[in-house]
Nanobody
Framework: QVQLVESGGGLVQAGGSLRLSCAAS????????MYWYRQAPGEQRESVAA???????VYADSVKGRFTISRDNAKNTVYLQMNSLKPEDTAIYYC?????????WGQGTQVTVSS
């Protein structure tokens, strides 16, 4: 059974940093793309960053230069280092993986950035 568990969210002042983790279990994820998404109140869920099995990364324009996605395949864990946080980064952050065309999501972790 595939399970994704996010952690590391919290309340931080603008300009601060947080590191999110997504622990995956149920199978080997080393060959899968892994994704971070976020959803702000009243907004649609949006893609934030993605990382391939080989470590190639893609970022939304709104977070380029501030966020870094990485992975530790030995631990089946994906990270999102978030620096220079802004109030508009406030959202629930979700981890996602697609296996055999089936998307799996974690429960999310709340990130709140105060001004």
């Amino acid at each position: 059974q595939v399970q994704l568990v996010e952690s590391g969210g919290g309340l931080v002042q603008a300009g601060g940093s947080l590191r999110l983790s997504c622990a995956a279990s149920g199978r080997d994820f080393s060959r899968n793309f892994m994704y971070w998404y976020r959803q702000a109140p009243g907004e649609q869920r949006e893609s934030v960053a993605a990382i391939s099995s080989g470590g190639s990364t893609v970022y939304a324009d709104s977070v380029k230069g501030r966020f870094t996605i990485s992975r530790d395949n030995a631990k089946n864990t994906v990270y999102l280092q978030m620096n220079s946080l802004k109030p508009e980064d406030t959202a629930i952050y979700y981890c996602r993986v697609v296996i055999n065309n089936q998307p799996y999501w974690g429960q999310g972790t709340q990130v709140t950035v105060s001004s």
